[in-house]
């Protein structure tokens, strides 16, 4: 028999991090947890590390370390807590990294993962579209293989010519439209977080899920698949499919069209990047074409989903402007789970942010998180400033 996988997650209490565990579990002779991470949530890491007999357990609130190290009394996984810490256990050399931290945050730590030039399963898209040409560039720089996760962008991943690129007329990125497809401005101007977190078809964390619902999730993912699949930008063209089983389609010069299909389970991408380049079997139910009886296809809305177009100027303007997007709906996004700000307010706070911020394009990780940190205070002075 071979020598197990060693594994390490990064963002392992997460929705992707859940899913993740669950196909670790299922083949614990296969792989071999290293490390496993999280932000606050002790109970969930240390009993994940438990059951995966992981070599190290690292929770990032340095003030948790010591409920951490009594939840693992007993056993001889290492606690260790912060930021830094974060960023040692993507260093310590696993053959395969799931990147599923949750915005900006996880850039750190994607990025030494990456600089261990063995492989990444990236989830976290917020990073790419912050840092996407520093990412790259040190994925080429080491070697390192990187696999994407997001169910759009693994399903270009298994239909793209990545040896003739030159091959592609078009990418359709494929997009559910979310909860509030068919809502009108003014019915959205009054949904709470509640409601939209409401995902007709995926179970995903609270910030994508509200991403979902304003279709920024959309915009993020077109800048993603700018920087993982390097073609010109006119090439992408957003579908609204309310059904998600087409996950995306890849159009070939002569007119095929391949496209990976499936029921929307995040195990089948995130086991498409564990077991690559071979397969593995996953719970991920097969889908019955005879109940799905019709696939519905729409053009996007942009003038309902603003968001949408902010992210398609953004990554036309490039260089600092993804970042401040991206920064600026995280704030947002959050005011609006926490009922700070309306529903509709997230696109306006986005849109200001990036009128008023311009900063210079970044040349290093220190220059990406400036522009992150100002863009974040800017967005938060902004919303100080909404009409009540
Ligand atoms: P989630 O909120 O469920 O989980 C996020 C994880 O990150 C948790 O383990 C949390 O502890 C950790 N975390 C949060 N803030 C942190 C911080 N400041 N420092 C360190 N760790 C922190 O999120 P999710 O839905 O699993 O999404 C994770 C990533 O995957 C996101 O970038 C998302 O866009 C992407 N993604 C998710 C799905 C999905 O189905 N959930 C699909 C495609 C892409
Ligand atoms: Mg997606």
Redesign the pocket.
């Known amino acids: 028999m071979s020598q197990p996988r060693t594994v390490t997650v990064?963002?392992?209490?997460?929705?992707?991090?859940h899913?993740t565990l669950d196909l670790i579990e299922r083949n614990l002779d296969k792989y071999q947890v290293v490390a496993l991470?999280?932000?606050?949530?002790v109970k969930d890491l240390a009993d994940a590390a438990k059951r995966t007999n992981a070599k190290r357990a690292v929770i990032?609130d340095p003030s948790l370390y010591n409920d951490l190290k009594d939840a693992l009394a007993g056993s001889s996984i290492e606690a260790s807590a912060g930021?830094d810490a974060?960023v040692e256990a993507a260093m310590m050399g696993a053959d395969w990294t799931m990147a599923?931290?949750?915005?900006c945050?996880?850039l750190k730590?994607n990025l030494a993962a990456i600089r261990q030039g063995k492989t990444v399963a990236l989830?976290?898209?917020?990073s790419l579209v912050s840092a996407g040409s520093l990412m790259i560039d040190a994925v080429k720089k080491h070697g390192t293989t990187l696999l994407p996760?997001?169910?759009e962008h693994n399903a270009i991943f298994q239909c793209f010519p990545h040896e003739n690129r030159e091959y592609v007329r078009r990418i359709i990125i494929t997009a559910s439209g979310g909860p509030f497809r068919k809502t009108s401005l003014a019915e959205m101007a009054t949904v709470t977080p509640e409601r939209a977190v409401q995902h007709p078809n995926?179970?995903?964390?609270?910030?994508?899920s509200i991403?979902s619902a304003t279709m920024m999730?959309k915009g993020?993912e077109l800048i993603e698949a700018y920087h993982l699949f390097r073609i010109p930008l006119e090439k992408f063209e957003i579908l609204v499919h309310p059904q998600s089983v087409i996950h995306s389609m890849v159009e070939y010069l002569d007119g095929s069209i391949l496209a990976q299909i499936g029921s929307p389970d995040?195990r089948t991408p995130i086991g498409h990047t564990l077991a690559w380049p071979k397969r593995m079997e996953t719970p991920s139910e097969s889908l019955d074409f005879t109940k799905l009886r019709q696939m519905d296809f729409e053009a996007p809305d942009y003038e309902r989903f603003p968001a949408l177009s902010l992210a398609m100027h953004a990554i036309k303007e490039g260089g600092p402007r993804p970042a401040v997007m991206n920064a600026a709906n995280e704030i947002a996004v959050a005011a609006f789970l926490d009922k700070k700000i309306g529903f509709l307010d997230i696109a306006k706070i986005v849109e200001k942010t990036l009128d008023r911020y311009t900063p210079a394009t970044p040349s290093s990780l220190e220059d990406v998180f400036a522009i992150d940190n100002e863009a974040r205070i800017q967005a938060a002075a902004l919303m100080e400033s909404l009409p009540a």
Not at 37 to 41: E, I
Not at 123 to 126: D, S, T
Request: proline content about 0%; glycine content about 14%.
């Open positions: 990064l963002g392992a209490t997460g929705s992707i991090g899913s991470t999280a932000n606050r949530n990032a930021a974060l599923a931290i949750i915005g945050a996880g730590a989830a976290n898209k917020e996760v997001d169910s995926w179970s995903m964390g609270a910030k994508i991403d999730n993020l995040m």
